[in-house]
């Protein structure tokens, strides 16, 4: 039998193989990337970090499971909470990047966003009196992905974040 004798066969093989390491795959994120992430972001703006809670990352859990339908909707909940779906994976960073991302539509003289703009996620991901952070991230039944970010005491949008 002759598999391999062809050098077209053997660079195929070769370039398929040399792929298949190159093309990042995303692990499962860690609580420690979601507060790393955040934590970071908080320390360049002069922000205390946060905390990890469990009881804020179960009820992140338990609302994410809720939502693998990947609808983009609030739980409407006790905590503070940003939320992502996208239609491949992210990681924990690009996650809180999304929302430091919207820096750009927020104006801190007014501490208003910019007309048809969002800036809520950025002002809680910042939120100088918020203490403890819980995150999640699904599989959504479509394929894409859900994350849910609830943070305690929520972000007094009234306020500046920092």
């Known amino acids: 039998m002759k598999m391999f004798n062809s050098y077209p066969n053997l660079l195929v093989l070769a370039i398929a193989l040399a792929l298949s390491f190159s093309v990042p795959l995303k692990a499962q994120d860690q609580p420690q990337d979601f507060l790393n992430a955040h934590n970071r972001a908080r320390v360049s703006v002069g922000v205390s970090p946060l905390m990890w809670s469990q009881t804020l990352a179960a009820y992140a859990q ?14 409407g909940g006790p905590y503070g909470e940003t939320i992502k779906v ?22 801190y003289t007014t501490n208003t966003c910019r007309a048809g703009k969002s800036c809520d996620g950025y002002k809680q991901v910042l939120f100088r009196k918020s203490v403890f952070l819980g995150c999640a ?8 992905f859900f994350a849910i970010c609830s943070y305690d005491p929520s972000v007094i949008l009234s306020e500046r974040p920092f």
């Open 137 to 144: 991230k699904v599989k959504c039944n479509n394929g894409g």
């Open 62 to 75: 338990a609302y994410a499971e809720k939502r693998r339908d990947c609808g983009l909707f609030h739980s």
């Open 86 to 107: 996208h239609i491949i994976d992210f990681s924990a960073e690009e996650f809180v990047s999304f929302f430091l991302n919207q820096k750009s539509d927020y104006d």
